[in-house]
């Protein structure tokens, strides 16, 4: 069965450092997501990608974050300075069309900053 | 008022007991409804999606949405230990690129 990966499973940095959390959705996936979960809290929307340019945006998103799909594989999210308030965890998704498919997550990438 | 309210639990049920878990939401836009199951540690696995109103069954699992209320409803029958895990509510209100809006979770142990 095909399934959203993700690279680092955990990723520990240093506040201040630049970090790139890698996804794989499935291969023929066309919406794209990151979402990101601090410990104890709900899980929030990040970003949404489609047709390689961002469809919407959350406020969290602010301009230390960028996402890019480099090739026809991966999807990344950057955090260009990160913060202690940046340590969670950090979903990919994505589906197969935005209108009633189901997204599908990633096992995520714990992010620790210290 | 927060857009999507969740019991967090835990909920402690014996094990062939029926799960039952709900969500409000503040927000009359949202139209798709979905739960999610969210072991330690690890992403979230749907389980139901209803777009609207009604019930939609699927095995153990029973989905409900009351849209007049805003009020939507999981349960889960003959509960086993497996079942153990966190279950969270996700709405959203557009159809293409749609964003979900997580409820906060409720932790569920089924005790053998």
């Known amino acids: 069965e095909p399934e959203v990966t993700q690279t680092p499973s955990h990723q520990v940095t240093q506040m201040g450092q630049e970090v790139i959390l890698r996804c794989v959705p499935i291969?023929?996936?066309?919406?794209f997501y990151w979402y990101r979960q601090i410990l104890g809290q709900k899980v929030e929307f990040l970003v949404s990608?489609?047709?390689?340019?961002?469809?919407?945006k959350s406020e969290i998103f602010d301009d230390q974050f960028s996402v890019e799909r480099p090739d026809g594989s991966n999807f990344t999210l950057k955090i260009r300075s990160t913060k202690l308030e940046d340590s969670a965890m950090y979903f990919c998704?994505?589906?197969?069309?935005?209108?009633?498919?189901?997204?599908?997550f990633g096992p995520g990438t714990r992010l620790t900053v210290l | 008022q927060k857009e999507v309210e969740q019991d967090p639990g835990p909920l402690s049920v014996p094990e062939g007991a029926i799960v039952s878990l709900n969500c409000t939401y503040s927000?009359?836009?949202?139209?798709?409804f979905m739960w999610y199951r969210q072991y330690s540690r690890k992403g979230p696995e749907l389980l139901m999606y209803?777009?609207?109103?009604g019930n939609k069954e699927d095995g153990r699992f029973t989905a409900q949405v009351d849209k007049s209320s805003k009020y939507i409803s999981l349960f889960i029958r003959d509960s086993q230990p497996s079942d153990s895990a966190t279950y969270l509510c996700?709405?959203?209100?557009?159809?293409?690129?749609?964003?979900?809006?997580f409820g906060g979770g409720t932790r569920v142990l089924v005790k053998p």
């Open positions: 998704a994505s589906t197969r069309q935005g209108a009633v498919d189901e997204q599908f």
């Open positions: 291969s023929n996936h066309l919406y």
């Open positions: 990608f489609y047709n390689n340019e961002i469809s919407e």
């Open positions: 927000n009359s836009a949202f139209q798709y």
């Open positions: 209803t777009y609207s109103s």
């Open positions: 996700a709405m959203s209100a557009q159809a293409a690129g749609n964003k979900l809006t």
